[in-house]
């Protein structure tokens, strides 16, 4: 099987050449699909696999805009169409300065088997630029957004390609950039989701991937008679996903000691309760501050340098800043000092080598597909009202994400389970996604 996996990635990467992100993604569900494939010869004689791993549509293209200083300055936007097959390509919009090719189409292939996993009708995409909105003032960001849509808007639309927010995009973003689609198209659709409640948002979705992350993490526990109640928990990055994983952990009983961000990270041993939570949504969603002001307000511990917390004992850890932030060695420190279940919120946060210590060591470990599906779970159901013109109550939809979250989990379970009782949620995500997605293309035939 190792040959089969050898000669497959091999293709891979001599037609994508350097893009590292998107090999280690392909080859995560490679290592899990080619022996279930050979069992199931009708995807290998199909090629299915090697179809996924091609996108459908790659669109490049140039964003020029003026700053505040009258100089022009000049971006890259894309938008990657990985796959259509159960639906409208479905994905984020990421404005970051490392975004390039490769890491889209890393999460493009990932979002394929994600949306697939929440058994909504949505295909994968993904997109952004790398334009860093950080220091920017509101009417640079404006100007992007708006010369940004102007190109994309000419490939996107309620039935074809649905982009939601990402690193980077918030709801300021969707804002300009719908309001721009809406000037060219002159017309009011679904187009984005992570809108404004006011104009087509839907509830819970700010909140949607943090708390799917702990409900993920939650069904695990489960598995071994056992809860969040109680645990120390330790969470990476202080964006949107950690604000509402740590707000999740602690109303379900958990102990938060941690947020981090680009500068450092932060040791909180009294724990995490709502009003640190709220002060933490504040300085980064209001002040835009660094996560070293949290130190210095409730006197707790900052590593300056150190944007990860994985040294810091646990018994959860919930990784929600960006791919790769847990090497090998992290790893091993976290089963160290006593980690045993890991839930992601961010996509691969985890390198291959790290999710080989966590299998080694029969922790459990919930991959970002599965484990941080919830986000665009509640995105789809953003689209659901918006098509019949309605909103649920908050309520209804934490209802239906919590659901989601159950569902991915058992099936992950139908087919991850080892021989010795183990589940391996990598096995089980990769084939419970894939098999909706292969079947959709068998149907619809070569193209």
């Known amino acids: 099987m190792s040959k089969l996996v050898t000669d497959f990635m091999a293709n891979i990467t001599a037609k994508n050449p350097g893009e590292t992100e998107f090999h280690q993604a392909v080859r995560e569900v490679a290592e899990s ?23 459908e549509r790659v669109i490049m293209f140039r964003v020029a805009w003026v700053d505040d200083q009258g100089e022009v300055q000049i971006n890259r936007g894309y938008r990657i169409q990985m796959n259509s097959a159960i639906g409208p390509y479905k994905g984020g919009l990421r404005f970051h300065p490392s ?95 992570g809108k404004s409640i006011g104009w087509g948002g839907s ?67 009294d724990g995490m309760n709502d009003d640190k939570i709220a002060y933490v949504k504040w300085l980064k969603n209001v002040e835009r501050g660094r996560i070293k002001e949290y130190a210095e307000k409730y006197k707790c511990k900052y590593v ?11 018994q959860i850890a919930l990784p929600s800043a960006t791919q790769n932030e847990i090497t090998e060695k992290d790893a091993e420190v976290l089963v160290k000092n006593g980690c045993f279940c890991v839930s992601e919120g961010a996509n691969m946060p985890s390198t291959i080598e790290a999710v080989n210590v966590f299998h080694k060591n029969k922790i ?42 159950r569902n991915i989990h058992q099936s992950c379970i139908k087919y991850g389970k080892e021989p010795d009782g183990y589940i391996n949620y990598v096995n089980g ?12 293309m068998l149907d619809q035939g070569i193209m």
């Open 364 to 405: 459990l470990y919930g991959p970002g597909k599965a484990a941080n599906a919830g986000g665009v779970a509640t995105s789809g159901l953003e689209m659901s009202q918006n098509s019949m013109r309605l909103s649920w109550t908050r309520e209804e939809v934490d209802s239906r994400l919590h659901q989601i979250m």
């Open 99 to 193: 975004v390039n090719l490769g890491i889209l189409k890393f999460l493009a292939f990932e979002q394929v088997f994600k949306n697939s996993l929440t058994t909504l009708p949505m295909g994968g995409g993904k997109g952004g630029s790398d334009f860093d909105p950080k220091a920017k003032s509101e009417r640079e960001i404006m100007s992007f957004c708006q010369n940004f849509m102007t190109e994309l808007s000419k490939h996107i639309g309620a039935d074809t390609d649905v982009p939601a927010g990402d690193i980077g995009v918030g709801t300021r973003e969707i804002g300009y950039l719908f309001g721009q689609y809406k000037r060219i198209r002159n017309e009011y659709t679904g187009v984005l989701t």
């Open 203 to 269: 509830l819970m979705r700010p909140e949607a991937t943090g708390y799917g992350q702990v409900y993920f993490a939650e069904e695990m526990l489960n598995t071994r008679g056992d809860s969040l109640k109680g645990k120390i928990i330790t969470v990476s990055g202080s964006g949107n996903v950690a604000q509402h994983a740590a707000e999740k952990a602690y109303q379900l009983g958990g102990k938060v000691v941690t947020f981090s961000d680009s500068s450092g990270y932060i040791y909180d041993p």
């Open 304 to 314: 300056e340098g150190k944007s990860a917390p994985w040294d810091v004992p646990c």
């Open 429 to 440: 995500a990769n084939i419970a996604g894939f098999i909706k997605v292969a079947n959709a």
């Open 33 to 55: 699909l080619l022996p279930f494939i050979e069992d199931n010869p009708v995807y290998k004689h199909a090629k299915i696999l090697e179809r996924i791993a091609e996108p």
